[in-house]
């Protein structure tokens, strides 16, 4: 997963819970511009601190798997 496509689900898990990028950024403390920044893939580099706090908000969290290694299909099911 690329910046891009990491910042593009993390807005589909932002409007499934229907919050508004400014709801996030009360909850978060992260500001709306990096929020959009982020979901918008418009930023080269983004903490880690900053994505696992709003993935937390959103009920998810990071993992790792080998590259390469196909999905499984619990992976493929999300």
């Known amino acids: 997963m690329n910046i891009l496509e990491l910042g593009q689900q993390i807005k ?3 409007q499934e819970k229907k919050w508004s990028q400014d ?4 909850y978060s403390g992260i500001s709306k511009r990096t929020i959009s920044k982020i979901e918008n893939g418009f930023i080269d580099e983004v903490g ?8 937390d908000l959103l009920g998810q969290e990071l993992s790792l798997r080998p590259k390469g290694r196909p999905r499984t299909l619990e992976e493929l099911q999300e």
Request: proline share 0%; charged share 35%.
């Open 12 to 14: 589909k898990l932002r």
């Open 23 to 26: 709801m996030l950024e009360q």
């Open 48 to 55: 880690i601190k900053k994505v696992v706090t709003i993935l």
